[in-house]
């Protein structure tokens, strides 16, 4: 049985940080590329950051966020610095296999709100 299960989200000021974790099982995480994305209210899912044996991000998290993987624990992490009030949103772990048409899995997700 396939889970990713996310932790980690929570309430925090402007300017402060929060380490988000992706625990996943019941496939080879290894092989899997690890993204993150987050669903604001009244917005599109958009991808925030992306590993595989490189890194990618959206321009609005370049410099803030990191994206790292444990793969002995078969762990995703996001660490998210200097957080800002557009940040709040719902972050979503997926696991997607790097072939066309390879298999994608989702979290249930985790509520950042960036808010003083």
């Known amino acids: 049985q396939v889970q990713l299960v996310e932790s980690g989200g929570g309430l925090v000021q402007p300017g402060g940080s929060l380490r988000l974790s992706c625990a996943a099982s019941?496939?080879?995480?290894?092989?899997?590329?690890m993204s993150w994305y987050r669903q604001a209210p009244g917005k599109e899912r958009e991808l925030v950051a992306r590993i595989t044996g490189s890194t990618k991000y959206a321009d609005s998290v370049k410099g803030r966020f990191t994206i790292s993987r444990d793969n002995a624990k078969n762990t995703a992490y996001l660490q998210m610095n200097s957080l800002k009030p557009e940040d709040t949103a719902v972050y979503h772990c997926?696991?997607?296999?790097?072939?066309?048409?390879?298999?994608?899995?989702w979290g249930q997700g985790t509520q950042v709100i960036v808010s003083s």
């Open positions: 997926n696991a997607k296999l790097p072939i066309p048409g390879g298999v994608n899995y």
């Open positions: 019941g496939f080879t995480f290894s092989n899997y590329a």
